[in-house]
């Protein structure tokens, strides 16, 4: 099923040679949302990547013939839900991550209210497995407009680190947050996002994110770190929550960086 187990080929292991500075400028300049961070997380975000290159295993699915780049790209955006919240530690329960050529199809199971068990097919763009491994697809051009699928596939992770495999999009809080006002929150977000998606209002959330809590919290995650301040505007509480969760204040360095490019 799987290509090629793939190591991360300029970084054979810790010892190894850091990722040369032009490969580190293609990807940045691949990733502008990575703007709106402080300016002091951008060498942590660079050493973390690099230290989770040589802790994961890559498999490239359906013939995809991995790169550095490829892998970089994934290590980067999977590290930014972590960057001051825990670090590696809250990935250490899996290896693997998978990448698909584009979206990609996984057999499913359910059971309905009556006890029988329902087979069907699904077509993705991530999973992320409770048993193990993350699903990505990977487009060369780049996610669909709106969509960064690792960001949110690594936030489902984060979720059931939490929560023993599940995500039901209330994870591990870190300390001084309470797990009571988060839950008050997000089930008043989704809840009004439910309400506007059925009454055919638009908002700056993928309708994805009306699925269930859990994808609610993984798509207004992807959102904080891509359009901040759309996200502060829209949901304010909720920004405000994921301000504290993941130590960042992408909203106001957005801001502050669109406001000096305005005025030179």
């Not at 802790?55 to 972590?82: S, T, W, Y």
């Amino acid at each position: 099923m799987f290509g090629k187990l793939k190591r991360w080929l300029t970084l054979p292991g810790r010892l190894g040679a850091p990722v040369p500075a032009g490969l580190w400028t293609r990807i940045e300049a691949r990733l502008p949302f990575l703007d709106w961070l402080p300016d002091e997380a951008r060498p942590r975000l660079r050493a973390l990547s690099e230290d989770f290159l040589t802790e994961k295993e890559f498999h490239g699915a359906r013939g995809l013939q991995l790169n550095d780049e490829i892998m970089l790209m994934i290590a980067v955006q999977a590290c930014l839900p972590i960057l001051n919240h825990r670090g590696l530690a809250a990935y250490r329960d899996w290896i693997g991550i998978v990448v698909y050529p584009g979206d990609f199809v996984v057999p499913q199971k359910t059971m309905d209210e009556a006890g029988v068990v329902h087979e069907y097919e699904e077509i993705l763009l991530g999973e992320a497995r409770n048993d193990g491994p993350v699903l990505l697809a990977w487009f060369d051009e780049g996610s669909p407009p709106g969509v960064n699928i690792v960001i949110h596939e690594f936030v489902h992770k984060l979720d059931m680190a939490g929560n023993g495999g599940d995500a039901p999009g209330c994870p591990a809080l870190p300390p001084g947050m309470s797990r009571r006002t988060w839950a008050k929150t997000f089930s008043a977000a989704y809840e009004r996002l439910c309400r506007l998606e059925n009454a055919g209002i638009d908002t700056i959330l993928d309708p994805y994110a009306t699925t269930s809590p859990g994808e609610f919290f993984a798509v207004a995650s992807e959102a904080f770190f891509e359009t901040p301040m759309s996200l502060r505007a829209d949901f304010p509480a909720v920004y405000a929550q994921l301000v504290m969760f993941y130590g960042l204040d992408t909203a106001t360095n957005e801001e502050k960086l669109r406001n000096t490019r305005l005025a030179t």
